[in-house]
């Protein structure tokens, strides 16, 4: 995975070498990329979700956020942000589709190992169902 491969790359570096091998890329022509993070506000109680949603040349299509109220880990609510950019692209027919999240693990475990923390199987299993049927 190129995130993988530009840590160990980066690992120990200054961040001048770092900034060039971490930077956003363009998705192929005919494909969207949704850039998605999520975030937890302890002093409220609650999370944040958002994602950006831009096309082969970069131009941002659309921008979301949304409050969420069932989440309380940061593994939890990036598996959130990934399963509502699956959601949106699955209402809005997008079918070429790349998703970024700096949740390394989290895209690893959905993506290639298959297998989900206890805690996390739940809305794991919302994500590749959600998947499958993208990929219809």
Not at 5 to 14: D, I, N, S, V
Not at 84 to 91: A, K
Not at 94 to 115: F, N, Q, R, Y
Request: charged share 25%; aromatic share 6%.
């Amino acid at each position: 995975m190129a995130t993988e491969k530009a840590y160990k790359e980066t690992r120990g570096q200054p961040l001048k070498v770092v900034r060039r091998h971490c930077k956003w890329e363009h998705p192929p022509p005919g494909v969207f990329k949704f850039n998605v993070n999520g975030a937890i506000f302890q002093n409220q109680r609650s999370a944040g979700i958002g994602a950006v949603l831009r096309d082969c040349k970069g131009e941002v299509l659309m921008a979301i956020s949304k409050k969420e109220q069932e989440v309380s880990d940061p593994t939890g609510v990036e598996m959130l942000a990934i399963f509502r950019g699956l959601q949106l692209s699955v209402h809005l027919g997008i079918h070429h589709l790349i998703i970024e999240s700096d949740a390394l693990t989290l895209v690893w475990d959905v993506l290639v190992i298959g297998t989900g923390l206890v805690i996390l199987a739940c809305k794991l299993k919302k994500v590749k169902v959600a998947l499958r049927e993208w990929n219809k």
